[in-house]
């Protein structure tokens, strides 16, 4: 089993930024892949970063470019700076933790921008 404690988000205006934090714990082993998904109301969870244990990235086109996210193996953390924040960027974001075909998410942190 793999818990995952999440941190960050808020409130925050249009165009501003924020960092989100998760800290796995668990049975951990050296093969993974964390990242973050998101909800917004009415709509479906969606991917918005992930990275490897190898350190590969991914993203969605949505926030290429304005999102990165980077881990630190030894901590089992990984964080995603939040810049250049939109209004439709506003949704409960989640982290995600896989590893062996198993799925583990964190109870998520609302994010909210302001126009």
């Known amino acids: 089993q793999v818990q995952l404690v999440e941190s960050g988000g808020g409130l925050v205006q249009a165009g501003g930024s924020l960092r989100l934090s998760c800290a796995a714990s668990?049975?951990?082993?050296?093969?993974?892949?964390m990242g973050w998904y998101r909800q917004a109301p009415g709509k479906q969870r969606e991917l918005v970063a992930v990275i490897s244990s190898a350190g590969s990235t991914n993203y969605a086109d949505s926030v290429r470019g304005r999102f990165t996210i980077s881990r630190d193996n030894a901590k089992s953390t990984v964080n995603l700076q939040m810049n250049s924040l939109k209004p439709e960027d506003t949704a409960v974001y989640y982290c995600?933790?896989?590893?062996?075909?198993?799925?583990?998410w964190g109870q998520g942190t609302q994010v909210t921008v302001s126009s």
């Open positions: 668990g049975s951990i082993f050296s093969i993974n892949v």
């Open positions: 995600k933790f896989q590893q062996r075909s198993h799925n583990y």
